[in-house]
C-alpha cells in the first residue's frame, strides 16, 4: 500500500517549512502567488488529497471568534491537575471576549483519526489540545491548517507550539534539596516511558546527583513502574536495601511511597525522605504533608491561551516552546538523613 502524502512531504520536496505549505493549500495569506503555485503543483505531482476540513480563505478573514479544546478522556478525568488548567483557558477565553469549544477524544476517534467537528469543519480559529492524544492524532490537527498549541506535552514528530513545565529544572531543584539534606541513595520512582515530563524528570534527577558527584544506583533507580498502590508497596518490601529518599514524578506515587514506607515500619521522614511533584491534594492530604514541586495551574493555562492568540496572527513563525518554572515546597516529608552511605 502506498504511504499517504502528507503536508510535511511536500514541504521537504521543496525545501520550505510546513507552516507555508499549510497556509497555500488552505488559501491563507502568508505566502507569495508564485510559492502558492509552486506548491500546489507539487502537491498535485505528489498526489495529495487536500482534506475536506481544510480552511477557505473568506472564512479565515472573516474568523469564528471561538477556540476549541480538546484532550483524551483520561486527560479531562484528571481533574484536579488538568481540571484545573482548564478552568484557567475558561477565564483567559472569555476575558478575551471569545468562545470555548470543548470535546474529549475516546480511544476510537484517536485511533480511527476522526477529529471533532468544530475542527473538521473549520469552526474554530485555533486549537488547544491538552496533554497527551497520540502523534498521529495530533498531527492530524495540525495539518487542518488551524492554528495549534499543545498543553503539557510535546514530542519531536510534533510541530506545533507548546506550553510546558521546567521538569528537568523541577526536578533537579527537588533532588538538591534531598542531597542538602545528606541524602546519598536517593531513589527515582516513575514511569519514564509513558510520559516525555517524566523522562525529563529523570534527567533532572541525573543531573543534579552528577552535578553533586554522585553516580547513579542502577538499584534505585524504578523507572519502569506504574502508578499502582499494589506495584509500589511490593517495589518497597522487595528492597534488600533501603534508600534514604525516594523522588517521585508526581503527587500519585508519592502517597504510595509513603503509604508504603510507613507500612513496613519505615517512619517518613526520621527513616526516609520523600519528595514529589505537581503539588496536587494528594501531596497535602496526607501524615505528614509531602514535600512537592508546585506547578502554576493558572498561568498554564492564561499562557496557553496568549499563546495561541499570538499564533493565529503570526502563523508563519517558528515553533516555539515556553517552559513555566516550578517552585519547591517544603512540607513535613522531609529532613535530614540520618547518616551518609
Given at each position: 500500500?502506498?504511504?499517504?502524502?502528507?503536508?510535511?512531504?511536500?514541504?521537504?520536496?521543496?525545501?520550505?517549512?510546513?507552516?507555508?505549505?499549510?497556509?497555500?493549500?488552505?488559501?491563507?495569506?502568508g505566502v507569495s502567488d508564485a510559492t502558492r503555485k509552486r506548491i500546489e503543483q507539487k502537491a498535485q505531482e505528489l498526489g495529495y488529497r487536500v482534506?475536506?476540513?481544510?480552511?477557505?480563505?473568506?472564512?479565515?478573514?472573516?474568523?469564528?471568534?471561538?477556540?476549541?479544546?480538546?484532550?483524551?478522556?483520561?486527560?479531562?478525568?484528571?481533574?484536579?491537575?488538568?481540571?484545573?488548567?482548564?478552568?484557567?483557558?475558561?477565564?483567559?477565553?472569555?476575558?478575551?471576549?471569545?468562545?470555548?469549544?470543548?470535546?474529549?477524544?475516546?480511544?476510537?476517534?484517536?485511533?480511527?483519526?476522526?477529529?471533532?467537528?468544530?475542527?473538521?469543519?473549520?469552526?474554530?480559529?485555533?486549537?488547544?489540545?491538552?496533554?497527551?492524544?497520540?502523534?498521529?492524532?495530533?498531527?492530524?490537527?495540525?495539518?487542518?491548517?488551524?492554528?495549534?498549541?499543545?498543553?503539557?506535552?510535546?514530542?519531536?514528530?510534533?510541530?506545533?507550539?507548546?506550553?510546558?513545565?521546567?521538569?528537568?529544572?523541577?526536578?533537579?531543584?527537588?533532588?538538591?534539596?534531598?542531597?542538602?539534606?545528606?541524602?546519598?541513595?536517593?531513589?527515582?520512582?516513575?514511569?519514564?516511558?509513558?510520559?516525555?515530563?517524566?523522562?525529563?524528570?529523570?534527567?533532572?534527577?541525573?543531573?543534579?546527583?552528577?552535578?553533586?558527584?554522585?553516580?547513579?544506583?542502577?538499584?534505585?533507580?524504578?523507572?519502569?513502574?506504574?502508578?499502582?498502590?499494589?506495584?509500589?508497596?511490593?517495589?518497597?518490601?522487595?528492597?534488600?536495601?533501603?534508600?534514604?529518599a525516594w523522588f517521585c514524578v508526581n503527587d500519585g506515587f508519592g502517597f504510595f511511597v509513603r503509604s508504603a514506607l510507613q507500612q513496613h515500619g519505615?517512619?517518613?521522614?526520621?527513616?526516609?525522605?520523600?519528595?514529589?511533584?505537581?503539588?496536587?491534594?494528594?501531596?497535602?492530604?496526607?501524615?505528614?504533608?509531602?514535600?512537592?514541586?508546585?506547578?502554576?495551574?493558572?498561568?498554564?493555562?492564561?499562557?496557553?491561551?496568549?499563546?495561541?492568540?499570538?499564533?493565529?496572527?503570526?502563523?508563519?513563525?517558528?515553533?516555539?516552546?515556553?517552559?513555566?518554572?516550578?517552585e519547591l515546597l517544603v512540607r513535613e516529608s522531609t529532613a535530614k538523613a540520618r547518616s551518609n552511605s
Amino acid at each position: 500500500m502506498a504511504k499517504k502524502v502528507s503536508m510535511q512531504d511536500i514541504a521537504d520536496a521543496l525545501n520550505i517549512s510546513k507552516n507555508s505549505v499549510s497556509q497555500a493549500l488552505s488559501g491563507k495569506p502568508g505566502v507569495s502567488d508564485a510559492t502558492r503555485k509552486r506548491i500546489e503543483q507539487k502537491a498535485q505531482e505528489l498526489g495529495y488529497r487536500v482534506r475536506k476540513q481544510t480552511l477557505s480563505m473568506d472564512s479565515v478573514s472573516r474568523g469564528t471568534g471561538t477556540i476549541g479544546l480538546i484532550a483524551s478522556d483520561y486527560a479531562f478525568s484528571l481533574k484536579s491537575f488538568f481540571g484545573e488548567i482548564y478552568l484557567s483557558i475558561e477565564k483567559e477565553v472569555t476575558a478575551r471576549g471569545m468562545n470555548l469549544l470543548i470535546q474529549s477524544v475516546n480511544t476510537e476517534s484517536r485511533d480511527n483519526l476522526v477529529l471533532p467537528s468544530f475542527i473538521a469543519e473549520g469552526k474554530v480559529d485555533g486549537v488547544l489540545i491538552l496533554s497527551h492524544i497520540s502523534n498521529a492524532y495530533t498531527n492530524a490537527v495540525i495539518e487542518t491548517g488551524i492554528p495549534t498549541v499543545m498543553i503539557d506535552h510535546h514530542h519531536p514528530l510534533i510541530h506545533a507550539d507548546a506550553i510546558l513545565t521546567n521538569n528537568r529544572f523541577g526536578a533537579y531543584t527537588a533532588v538538591k534539596h534531598l542531597l542538602e539534606l545528606g541524602h546519598r541513595d536517593i531513589a527515582y520512582v516513575g514511569n519514564a516511558k509513558l510520559s516525555p515530563s517524566y523522562q525529563e524528570r529523570l534527567e533532572g534527577y541525573d543531573l543534579a546527583l552528577a552535578e553533586h558527584g554522585i553516580e547513579r544506583k542502577g538499584e534505585f533507580v524504578f523507572s519502569s513502574i506504574d502508578e499502582d498502590e499494589r506495584d509500589v508497596n511490593a517495589l518497597v518490601q522487595g528492597l534488600d536495601v533501603q534508600p534514604t529518599a525516594w523522588f517521585c514524578v508526581n503527587d500519585g506515587f508519592g502517597f504510595f511511597v509513603r503509604s508504603a514506607l510507613q507500612q513496613h515500619g519505615i517512619s517518613v521522614p526520621d527513616a526516609a525522605s520523600v519528595v514529589s511533584f505537581d503539588n496536587g491534594m494528594l501531596s497535602r492530604l496526607t501524615t505528614p504533608k509531602i514535600t512537592t514541586m508546585n506547578i502554576d495551574l493558572d498561568l498554564y493555562g492564561r499562557k496557553a491561551v496568549e499563546q495561541l492568540t499570538w499564533r493565529m496572527q503570526h502563523r508563519d513563525e517558528p515553533i516555539i516552546e515556553l517552559l513555566l518554572p516550578t517552585e519547591l515546597l517544603v512540607r513535613e516529608s522531609t529532613a535530614k538523613a540520618r547518616s551518609n552511605s
